[in-house]
């Protein structure tokens, strides 16, 4: 490989999807081994891009910028071979009193929540779906989806939180969003608080991070088909065909 490859086209900005079917990448941590203009790079645990479907793999900003300066603290030492494992950054973003479970890495080699203000603010934190139960029957609260997989967990005045689902069943909020919650409210959470699988591409991503408008919920499709049937038929036969509106 050459090492202009490992730089940015011009305009190009790594997202998180797959450039052949468009589908959300998930991040994995894998061994990268290539000889990059005449140098042996191997690095163990690299930070890549995977996407499911197509099994394609693709590396994040940091992770080339990585290459490209072993690359050249090789050839400042007149080195053709370069080995070396990765540590994890396990980061603690200081957001809180209650340790959550998450993995900073996420936060720094997942697309789009890496910025330059509030550090680890996005950073994903991920839950068992059992979390919502106590928002699902609680009357105090109201758990309302914008779309199957996109919702939001509200409690009056007090607090509002998104959520997601991701395509492996996970729950998944944003360090930053639970940090706002009272005491109470985060140690419930961390009772169903769970290790990072990495996989964040869903609704609530692109709704969060995209800017992407989600689908109605399916629900909203029918209600809206029902009208759009009783006005249809109210204006050709003239009378309402529904007891209830």
Known sequence: MDLKEFFPKSGHIQRLYCDKCNGHLDLVFDDFSETVSGVEISINGLPMLHCPKCNEKYLPDDSRFAVIHLHEQATKRSSDIVKVTRNKTNQDFGFGSVPFIYDSDD????????????EGFLTPVFFNREVLLKYDSSPTYRLSFASTTYGEIRRGDDFSMPFGLNGNGKIVMWLGDIARLPEAEQYYLRSENIESDHSIGSEFYDGQIECVFTDLPKEDDLFKARSEFLEACFTKFGSKIAHLD
């Open 107 to 118: 936060y720094k080699y997942i697309p789009g929540l890496k910025r330059p203000w509030d």
